[in-house]
């Protein structure tokens, strides 16, 4: 699968604090939020089942499994990070049809989550949302 | 309509309730991990135990709804309910995340409506003991059935988002209770939103060491400020977003020295392309 | 009080241009690009970021915060005067309690502790539904479990439909998914709302 444009957001793992504590090591079983790791939509028929990127409109979308690398680059300031798939998410079909635009680029829908240490390496935690250019790492 | 015929009602409610909660427990076994059988009786044996629950639920709910009335098939529901209410309550002390497992493929922690529900299915159950005949000969005195089947709804969490939800809703379509919320000033999560989306932010995000330091109104522009290096040198990068124009390249930005307050770089001319 | 008014009158000129630029000569390079120095190193993917501290706060010693991790490190964490910290909003440094959780992102010195340069306090970012609202808040399912989440005029922000953010909360519907950004209220499953993405 060539380069896509898409939204990325953020999410924690790893039976943290809050809301987080009883999260879980994620689909893979080795998520925490500390670590370089990123959910993708899917990574099973069980994913997929949840997260239906093909009712947005994406099709072709690859099957990847865990510790698959995948690299989100920041369409607004061109910072990049490769990170290893951990868990399933985010849950697509939610969220269809949003949409930023950054020097010239558009990404819609929501294909990536990056754990807390990911994000935070790329933009602001409390931003939540980016325009993200995403392919194999 | 005497206490004897009301009696003789409730075998039906609880016949078609136990055959539900049992279809339940076979349309959703791989549920069972979210219970607390797996800690009750080992993980192993959960989903073995769960399918001979569900089987139990049948067997009372059949003898129930079929002919002959027995006193003993009241019984058997009551404790059947009273074993259910032991275990509901067993699993919220000791495994408080585990799901309830009683009606459907409902993650939902065990509340206090679910414990409510098995001690009304007891009283239910116990109200049945002393009937003599059968629901079929119930007659009129079936329809205390209803507002029984009504609280059994209410006290289900499942079922919230037939009822509870489309009232909810209805409810507030008639009065928003957040109606006065609206102001004219532009929240802080928009302006970050442009700025980060703007042409100013490219031209300085190599130099920022931060996330929003700051932040501030000064007549129609509200201003951002951001920990910056420049050159090696401590700095603060401010961002001024107009509060009236909303092109991206109307964002304005300029990268300040911290000791001397001086000014180090201020783009004026902002590409739009990245 | 009045020191940072003073720094805010003088950024406030320098960003609307009212102020003169340095030479260039006198400062070494200008493009912001090559100002820029090397980037910091990531981990491998999966591995764990030695720059980035995950937490709940155990301690604090004046401006050194004690956090124990959930992937059982345990970090030490410098704030300074130049730190960002986001408590449902940008506020100080002071703000940082025991009992917070924490994400924070700086540079890692050589005796392990970490100079922080971005501090998120209690920062939740929740895929949720929408069960109820009412005037003192919303309440959401979070994968089954309730979570309230409380308004705060001035602050509590909505983006409907992928457009920008208002304070206009008067759309939001019940049955409706969103996602939410939050500060969580520690010890309680509340939070307090920063923005809500949804639909209307």
């Known amino acids: ?137 | 309509m005497g206490a004897q015929q009301v009696a003789a009602a409730q075998p039906l409610l609880i016949g078609l309730l136990l055959l539900w909660s049992s279809y339940g427990k076979f349309a959703n076994a791989d549920q069972t991990e979210r219970t607390a059988l797996p800690r009750l009786v080992g993980e192993s044996r959960a989903k073995a135990a769960y399918r001979t629950v569900g089987g139990i639920e049948a067997l009372v709910a059949l003898a129930l709804l079929l002919p002959p009335a027995l006193t003993v098939e009241a019984a058997a529901a009551a404790v059947l309910a009273a074993g259910f209410t032991g275990y509901l309550i067993y699993a919220k002390i000791v495994v408080p995340e585990a799901s309830c497992g009683c009606l459907s493929a409902s993650e939902k922690p065990i509340g206090r409506r679910a414990i409510g529900r098995a001690l009304l299915l007891l009283a239910t159950a116990a109200a049945a003991i002393p009937a003599s005949a059968g629901w079929w000969s119930a007659g009129s005195a079936a329809v205390v059935l209803v507002p029984e089947a009504a609280a059994f709804v209410m006290l289900s969490a499942e079922l919230d988002r037939c009822w509870l939800l489309p009232l909810r809703r209805f409810r507030i379509r008639l009065s928003h209770p957040l109606a006065g919320t609206a102001t004219d000033k532009a929240p802080l999560s928009a302006t970050q939103r442009r700025l980060l989306l703007s042409p100013a932010y490219r031209s300085v995000d190599g130099l920022l060491r931060s996330d929003i330091r700051d932040y501030w109104d000064d007549e129609d522009w509200r201003f951002v400020s951001y920990t910056a290096r420049y050159d090696g040198r401590p700095a603060t990068a401010v961002f001024a977003v107009p509060h009236h124009e909303s092109a991206p390249e109307s964002v304005r930005v300029a990268v300040v020295d911290e000791t001397s307050g001086l000014t180090l770089y201020r783009p004026t001319v902002l590409a739009t392309a990245g | 009080m009045t020191a940072t008014m003073d720094r805010r009158a003088l950024l406030t000129r320098a960003a609307l241009g009212a102020t003169g630029l340095v030479a260039a000569s006198a400062m070494g390079s200008l493009a912001p690009e090559t100002a820029f120095a090397a980037a910091q190193q990531h981990p491998e993917p999966g591995q764990p970021d030695p720059n980035f501290a995950e937490g709940l706060v155990t301690g604090r010693n004046q401006d050194l915060l004690q956090v124990q991790g959930s992937d059982g490190r345990l970090h030490r964490i410098q704030l300074t005067g130049v730190t960002s910290v986001w408590k449902l909003r940008p506020t100080t440094i002071d703000q940082a309690r025991i009992g917070d959780g924490l994400y924070a992102r700086g540079v890692l010195l050589p005796d392990g502790v970490l100079a922080a340069e971005s501090v998120w306090l209690n920062i939740v970012n929740l895929t949720v539904s929408i069960t109820a609202i009412s005037k003192s808040g919303v309440q959401f399912d979070h994968h089954g479990s309730k979570v309230i989440g409380h308004v705060q005029p001035g602050t509590t922000a909505a983006a409907y439909n992928g457009t920008p953010a208002v304070s206009d909360l008067s759309m939001l519907k019940v049955g409706r998914h969103a996602q939410v950004i939050g500060a969580w209220r520690p010890g309680t499953n509340e939070i307090d709302i920063a923005t809500i993405y949804t639909s209307n």
């Open chain 1, 1 to 137: 699968m060539a380069g896509l444009n898409a939204e990325a957001s953020w999410f924690c793992c790893g039976n943290a604090w809050g809301p987080c504590a009883s999260t879980g090591h994620g689909a893979c079983g080795t998520c925490n939020s500390g670590n370089f790791q990123h959910a993708w939509p899917n990574t099973s028929d069980a994913c997929y089942a949840i997260t239906h990127p093909d009712t947005c409109g994406i099709t072709g979308m690859s099957r990847r499994t865990c510790g698959f690398r995948h690299a989100t680059t920041n369409k607004c300031n061109g910072k990049r990070v490769v990170t290893s798939i951990a868990d399933c998410g985010p849950q697509t079909d939610l969220f269809c049809g949003e949409r930023a635009c950054c020097g010239g680029t558009c990404a819609s829908n929501r294909v990536i989550d990056l754990t807390p240490a990911a994000f935070s390496a790329i933009a602001s935690l409390s931003a939540g949302l980016i325009p993200a250019g995403i392919d194999v790492g």
